[in-house]
């Protein structure tokens, strides 16, 4: 049953480079009111189990041809003109950097072995011509022979939107944005554990909406380093490589308590916050204990929208997060973090906020503490309203999965019992060992579906 519904809807997110209708739905998306319907509404969509997973909705590439080639000596650029009609054009510097022959790359690591040192930056050309079998050839001064195949010189072709083409496949930046309407993407954690294309699907949906659930675990302790064992290796922090979210006495962590914890990130006291969290009910409360989501891209969306002042100040002000206690071993942790981070074009690229962590210690000018408590009451208040807020309740083998550098997660006060302790097994991983293993899969999905697709 997987199988057929994968292949009717999510086959597309297995090709390699993203379309421009995709990319056209993907915009749609972010457009401010957009959100509840978006699952939906801007792209297909597969039903597993009641609940709703997607895929990134791209085509394949098309067998690039080279119809011609020629130098431009002048401005030291080879122009490549395609079949279609395209143009591309390429610095003579970069392309001797880049040469792919044996003694400039070593093939089986895919790794440079020419030094910059040797590289000559003003290097002309001898000749640059199309091979009979539609490769780009260059001599170089030198008489070295640098030959490059037509699909790999147009990945990289210098335009604005094959830069970007290349970015979204490399790193799926792109995101749907979400409110309380979201249909969490559920999936079932043998399958994951088992077939690669759900695990594909289960890590396309975690980078592109934040959350995904896996329904089907044990409900015992070792489940989230075995699912943490199919993507590479878990994070080690001073809470272990797992920890166990439990009533505890003189609980070194307001987590290990049973009252309400408030909408936050978790460890924003290290400088390199863990990016993904698993959490696994292996017991459930008596009563409350639910748990609580909000898209923290989007909620930055909206404060930038309704408050542009506040926004500003929360991504210019560095703000004190601390921790301190024994677990796996002692630790006295500081760090200095904007509780919204954005990158050089201005999109929010992560956020650091956890109130039970924040500092004392604020390391501002005396006129710039008021508008920062302004400005991030805000953010508070956005992020607390009830249309922008999932709850669920987890059931024990239940296991929950989401981006640390974007959800901002909760829970409700609960009460226990001695023969009902509530107890999640939780642990971390680096979007690095995330998105590695989503790139493999694909790759190997990729190579594995042509009969799907007769």
Known sequence: MWMSTFARFALPALQRSTSAMACQALRACHRPGQAAGLLSSCLKSMQLRGH????????????????HVRALDEDRLMEVEWEDGGHSLYPFTWLRDNCQCPLCTLQSAQARKLLMSDLDIHTGVDVVEVTNDNKVSIVWPDQHTSVFDAEWLKKRCFSPAARQAMQEELFL??????????????????????????????????RRVGIVYLRGAPAEQGHVARLAERIGYLRLTFYGHTWQVQDKYMANNVAYTSGRLSLHTDYPALHFAPGVQFLHCINQAVEGGESEVVDGFHMAEQLQREDPEAFRTLTSLPV???????????????????????????????????????????????????????????????MNRPENVVTYSM??????????????????????????????????????????RLRILRNSVHEDISWLLQ
């Open 173 to 206: 930046n792109e995101r749907y944005y979400w409110d309380s309407k979201l249909r969490i993407p559920t999936a079932d954690y043998q399958e994951v554990l088992h077939d690669d294309k759900a695990a594909l699907a289960w890590l396309l949906a975690l």
């Open 395 to 436: 059931e024990p083998g239940d296991i929950v999965t989401f981006d640390n550098w974007r959800l901002l997660h909760g829970r409700r006060s609960y009460i226990s019992r001695p023969d009902r302790l509530r107890h999640l097994e939780g642990a971390y991983l680096d979007w690095d060992e995330v998105m590695s």
């Open 52 to 67: 709703q997973t997607l895929g990134s909705a791209s085509l394949p590439v098309a067998r690039q041809s080279v119809r």
């Open 320 to 382: 004190d997060f601390t921790d301190t206690g024994t677990d796996y071993c002692d630790f006295m942790l500081q760090s200095k973090k904007c509780i919204i981070d954005v990158d050089a074009e201005g999109r929010v690229a992560r956020i650091n906020y956890n109130n039970a962590t924040r500092d004392s210690v604020l390391d501002l000018p005396l006129h710039q503490v008021q508008p920062f408590y302004r400005s991030l009451k805000a953010f508070v208040d956005i």
